[in-house]
């Protein structure tokens, strides 16, 4: 069995690896909150959300996973909305 501070090391480099990618995909969303503001369309978008929860839980791999990827993905999704809502909200207290 691998010593446990090793293996916390491992867990350490993915959450990493999760923190940058995560921000990248902020960044993104962002953008996707400059064009919905110019283009005047609502953040939340069900028919995105739907299909991206089905594409993901499709790409796991272990079945025992596939209800926590949903349930993760659910939420990074509420996050981004929540902070295209705030730039939003932001833009409209400047008119
Ligand atoms: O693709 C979009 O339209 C987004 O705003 C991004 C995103 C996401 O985080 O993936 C967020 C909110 C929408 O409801 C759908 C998807």
Do not use: H, W
């Amino acid at each position: 069995m691998r010593d446990l501070s090793d293996i916390r090391m491992d867990i350490d480099l993915v959450d990493r690896q999760i923190v940058k990618l995560f921000e990248e995909r902020m960044k993104l969303t962002a953008q996707v909150a400059e064009y919905k503001i110019a283009a005047k369309k609502p953040v939340y978008d069900k028919t995105r959300e739907e299909e991206k929860l089905k594409t993901l839980s499709e790409l796991t791999v272990l079945e025992e996973n596939k209800a926590a990827v949903r349930e993760l993905f659910t939420c990074i999704m509420a996050i981004s909305r929540g902070q295209q809502s705030g730039f939003m909200e932001k833009l409209s207290l400047k008119e």
